[in-house]
């Protein structure tokens, strides 16, 4: 769409949506099929929490490559080495349905992360049109700003949360450990989607700072109340228990912060 389609008749804008909305879903469905063609390296790459030489790797570069006694970089190899995990699990099926689930799973999972950039994509292209030339400078670089506090918040999640949680898990009780494939793969995609979205909270707060909703003020005020709802989404966005639930809710209050330095970003840029 051009910017100079803002005239468009109600019938031309109904029929771009639904061209946009065609196009997300064949990105939705070829990504599937990718994912379902690739479900076994895929596994792979799923099951690399539990076997933890992920964050051990990454520990052991970190103290290999600086001098980490008593420093931030000494800190985030200890974390990262705590979540490596030497998990006593195995793998299973109960039975043909549920092989069948874990590799839809699989292929629904992937699909709906490998497309989102294009979904967000064709949703900004939708609305580019009734942005004013002062939004659509911002435009390009917000949508570039989503898609990375994504990417953090899926990464964060894979490289620390998951194995932690799993490790977690695992030791609550001292019985072998059989977990079903179906439903590890949908706690780790639930983990890995949910920190993803969370991640998008400075996003948030800017653009409700950006509409006069609430200014930087306001988030400052209201940090308690900010509080509670942080344990809230937490809860809701990861599997019940209180190890995931706090790894999410200590990032999400440090993301409220950066929201609220994010709002005064906003709030100075419109003032000029």
């Not at 030489?53 to 980490?68: H, K, S, V, Y």
């Not at 008593?70 to 979540?83: C, I, N, P, Q």
């Not at 009734?130 to 570039?144: C, D, G, M, T």
């Not at 228990?241 to 906003?266: E, H, K, T, W």
Request: glycine fraction near 8%; charged fraction near 15%.
């Amino acid at each position: 769409m051009k910017s100079d389609d803002v005239g468009m008749t109600f019938w031309e804008h109904l029929e771009e949506l639904r061209r946009r909305i065609i196009i997300s879903l064949i990105a939705l469905g070829v990504f599937t099929v990718v994912g379902l063609v690739f479900s076994k390296p895929i596994i792979y790459v799923l099951e690399l929490p539990l076997k933890s030489p992920i964050t051990n790797m990454l520990a052991n570069m970190i103290e290999a490559g600086a001098d980490t006694e008593g420093s931030t970089l000494g800190f985030l190899a200890l974390t990262l080495r705590m979540g490596s995990s030497g998990i006593e699990t195995e793998l299973i099926l109960t039975g043909p349905y549920q092989a069948i689930m874990a590799f839809l799973t699989i292929g629904i999972t992937i699909g709906i992360v490998l497309a989102l950039p294009i979904i967000l994509y064709q949703i900004w292209m939708f609305i580019f049109p009734a942005l004013n030339r002062k939004e659509q400078r911002i435009a390009v670089p917000l949508f570039f700003t989503i898609v990375f506090f994504f990417l953090l918040g899926a990464l964060f999640s894979y490289f620390i949360v998951v194995p932690v949680v799993l490790q977690f898990a695992a030791d609550l009780f001292p019985f072998k450990n059989l977990w079903d494939l179906k439903h590890y793969i949908t706690f780790v995609a639930q983990l890995i989607l949910g920190f993803g979205i969370a991640f998008e909270l400075p996003i948030v707060m800017a653009f409700l700072a950006r509409i006069g909703v609430i200014d930087s003020r306001g988030f400052q005020g209201k940090q308690r109340f900010a509080l509670m709802g942080i344990c809230v989404i937490s809860a809701l966005l990861t599997p019940a228990d209180p190890g995931s639930m706090l790894l999410m809710a200590i990032p999400l209050y440090i993301l409220y912060q950066l929201g609220i330095f994010f709002a005064f970003l906003v709030e100075k840029e419109a003032e000029t």
